[in-house]
C-alpha cells in the first residue's frame, strides 16, 4: 500500500470563495442541480447546503453575531472524512464501497445499486445518491488524479491552503503545529478534529482545525461505527424470537390441555 | 445538544421500505405460526396452516418486487448475491442488508416448497413432487428451516434500521426486537382476520387469539423499553409524530389487549370482536413502522444546522 494520504482543512484561514466546490464539480463532471436553475436557501452565503451526490464539497458558513460589529464568521470546507474505520464501507452490501491503496474510501458506481445503506451508516452525512447515476456517490479523493500523482482538484484550486493534501502523518505534524501557533496568538478555542489515530473510527484521513464546538459546525463530536449496534441489537432480537416461540408452544399446549379435560370430561358427563 | 447522530443524513427509505418492513414481517410471521402448528397442532389446524403458507409466499414475492423497485438501480439487484466484477458469491455476515438480502432469498425459496405444498394439500396442485414437500421428512424439513428464517426476516429490519448512524434507529438497539414482536402479533392479526372469513368454524383461531394477547404484552413492553432507551434522542418524537406514537399504543395495543381479554365489548353500541383486534393489531403494526422511519427521516443536517419535524 502506499502512503496513507489526506487532507487537513484549516478552517482559520478558509475565505468561503467555495473554489473548491467549483474544481470538484468541474474536475469530477458532478451535474449542476435543478437544471442549473439559480436556488437561493437564504441561509448565509451558503446556497449548497449539503454534501451530496453530486456535491462532494460543501463551504459551510457559520455567522456567530451577538451585536453589529461584534463577533466573527466560521467558514469549513466541508468533504468526506475518508475515516479510517468507515461505516459506509462497514455496511455496503455489494462490495461497491472499497479502501484504495492510499487508505482512501471510494464507491466504485458500476458495483453500487443504490440500497443506501451507507447514506445511513455515514457518521457525517456526507453520502447521497447521484440522481443521474442513481448510486450513490462522495468524494473519491480524486482517485483518479492521486493515480498519476496529481494533487485533488479541490485543495489545488484552494487559493489560501485552507484545503491542503498530502500524506497524513506529515498533515498531522503541520497541524499540530498550527494550533499551537493559533494559541499563541490568542485563540484558545483551537482543536483538531479527527486527527487523533486513537480517537472516533480511527482517525480521519480528512481531518480539520475547528475554532469551536464540533456542534457549531454541525460535526458529530463523537462519531462512531453503526456496527456498535449489531451484536446486542442481533441478540436481543433473538432472544425475542426464543419468547414468541416459547409463547406459541404454550398456546398450543393450553389449548391440548383443554382437549384432554374436555375429553376426561365426556364420559363422566355420559354416566349420568 | 442533540445526540450524535443527529449530525447525519436520511436515506430516504420511505413508503416502499416502510410497506416491505410490513409485509415482510407478516411473510415471516405466518410461516412460523403454520410451521408451529404443523409441528404440534392438530390434524384439524391444516385449513389454516396452508393458508398462513399461502400468505407468507405471497408476502415474500411482494416483499422482493417492493425492495427491487425501491433500489436506485432496480437492474442490478442481483449485485447483493453476486460480485459482478468477479463473479464469485458476495455476503458480509457483518452487514445486516447483505445478510438480509440473503435472508429473504432462502425464505423466498422455502415459502415457495411450503405454498406447493399447501396446494397440493387442498387439491389445487396434483404434482406428485408438490405431494413429497407436503409430507414428512421434507414437510418438517421446510417447517423447520423456513420457520427460523421467518423469525429472522420478522426481526433483521429493526437490526438493520440500528445498524446505522440515524435518529432514533441507531439510538437504540431495541427496534429488531420490537419489529419481531409487531411481526409476530399482526401475522396473527392476518391469519385470524382472513380464517374467520374463508374457513367456516375454523380449528386454531381461538389458539391465534390467545397466542396475539401474549405477544402484544410482550410487544407493548418492548415499545416501552424502547423509548426509555432512546434517551436524548426522543426528541424527535417533541412534535405531531409524538401523538401519533400515542395513539399506535392506544389503538394499536391497548384497545386489543382490551378487547382480548374481554374488558372492553363495546364501543358506541357496536359490539367489538376478536375480528376487530385483530383488525386494530394489524393497523398498529403499520403505523408502528410508519412511526419510528419518518421521524428519523424528517432529521437532517441543513447548512451546519440540525432540522428537525
Known sequence: MAEPMGFFTDTTVCIGCKACEVACKNWNQLPARAGGQPEMSGQSYDNTLRLGGSTWRHVKFIEQFDAPYEGRWLMLSDVCKHCVQAGCLEVCPTGAIIRTEFDTVVIQSDVCNGCRTCIAACPFGVIDINEVSGTAQKCTLCYDRMSVGLEPACSKACPTDSIQFGPIEELRQRAAARVEQLKAAGETRARLYGADPEGPVGGLNAFFLLVDEPEVYGLPREPELPSRNLTTSAALSVAGAAVVGAVGLVTLRHRRMQDVAEKEATPEEQAH | ?309
Open chain 2, 1 to 309: 445538544m442533540p445526540p450524535d447522530t443527529f449530525f447525519t443524513q436520511p436515506p430516504h427509505w420511505q413508503w416502499y421500505i416502510i410497506f416491505y418492513f410490513f409485509v415482510g414481517g407478516i411473510a415471516g410471521g405466518c410461516f412460523f405460526l403454520s410451521a408451529l402448528l404443523q409441528l404440534f397442532g392438530r390434524p384439524d389446524d391444516r385449513p389454516i396452516i396452508r393458508l398462513g403458507y399461502y400468505i407468507a409466499f405471497v408476502g415474500v414475492a411482494i416483499s422482493g418486487i417492493l425492495l427491487i423497485v425501491d433500489l436506485g438501480r432496480p437492474d442490478r439487484f442481483w449485485h447483493m448475491m453476486i460480485q459482478n466484477k468477479t463473479g464469485r458469491p458476495m455476503f458480509k455476515y457483518w452487514s445486516p442488508m447483505s445478510v438480509g438480502a440473503w435472508g429473504l432469498m432462502l425464505f423466498g425459496g422455502f415459502s415457495f416448497l411450503a405454498a406447493l405444498g399447501a396446494a397440493y394439500g387442498d387439491g389445487r396442485l396434483r404434482w406428485r413432487l408438490a405431494g413429497r414437500l407436503a409430507e414428512p421428512p421434507l414437510s418438517t424439513i421446510i417447517a423447520l428451516a423456513g420457520g427460523v428464517m421467518g423469525f429472522f426476516l420478522a426481526g433483521y429490519t429493526g437490526v438493520l434500521l440500528s445498524v446505522t448512524n440515524r435518529p432514533i434507529w441507531a439510538d437504540s438497539s431495541w427496534l429488531g426486537i420490537l419489529y419481531l414482536l409487531s411481526a409476530a402479533s399482526s401475522a396473527a392479526a392476518v391469519l385470524i382476520l382472513l380464517a374467520r372469513r374463508q374457513i367456516p368454524d375454523a380449528a386454531g383461531l381461538d389458539g391465534l387469539e390467545r397466542f396475539d394477547k401474549y405477544v402484544l404484552v410482550l410487544e407493548l413492553v418492548a415499545l416501552a423499553i424502547f423509548l426509555i432507551t432512546l434517551g436524548s434522542a426522543s426528541r424527535a418524537f417533541l412534535n405531531a409524530w409524538g401523538a401519533v406514537l400515542l395513539l399506535v399504543v392506544v389503538a394499536g395495543i391497548l384497545v386489543p389487549l382490551l378487547i382480548g381479554f374481554g374488558r372492553m365489548r363495546q364501543f358506541r353500541g357496536r359490539t367489538l370482536t376478536a375480528g376487530t383486534a385483530a383488525a386494530l393489531v394489524l393497523l398498529g403494526g403499520f403505523m408502528l413502522r410508519v412511526v419510528t422511519i419518518f421521524p428519523s427521516e424528517q432529521v437532517s443536517v441543513v447548512g451546519s444546522r440540525v432540522v428537525r419535524p
